[in-house]
């Protein structure tokens, strides 16, 4: 069972990036996906979640209207699509399934992670 996220680098003020994250050794179909960032000195800190049929998605208050959280079951994939990027949101980036069903933001609700992705926002 294994989470990877990719997608992760650095890019300027205004920009965009999109993460994903792919699972292996499981289906996502019946899992909620969460994105949780943690900056250098900071707690880890949650930005979007997606209840596994898609159909509820929560964001945290400080990405809302800027990222985009989407799942494709076919792929086994969930996405972070990041817009106008800002120097606080320079953090490492994971990925998190819970088996629950509902997006949760606690990282305590979560049952696996990724490793992370860096991303870098600086001019």
């Known amino acids: 069972v294994q989470l990877v996220e990719s997608g992760g680098g650095l890019v300027q003020p205004g920009g965009s990036l999109t993460l994903s994250c792919a699972a292996s050794?499981?289906?996502?179909?019946?899992?909620?996906i969460g994105w949780f960032r943690q900056a250098p000195g900071k707690e880890r800190e949650w930005v979007a979640g997606?209840?596994?049929?898609?159909?509820?998605?929560l964001y945290a208050d400080s990405v809302k209207d800027r990222f985009t959280i989407s799942r494709d079951n076919s792929k086994n994939t969930v996405y972070l699509q990041m817009d106008s990027l800002k120097a606080e949101d320079t953090a490492v980036y994971y990925c998190a399934a819970n088996a629950g069903g509902w997006p949760h933001p606690s990282p305590y609700a979560y049952d696996y992670w990724g490793q992370g992705t860096q991303v870098t926002v600086s001019s």
């Open positions: 997606i209840r596994s049929s898609g159909d509820s998605i």
């Open positions: 050794g499981f289906r996502l179909n019946y899992w909620s």
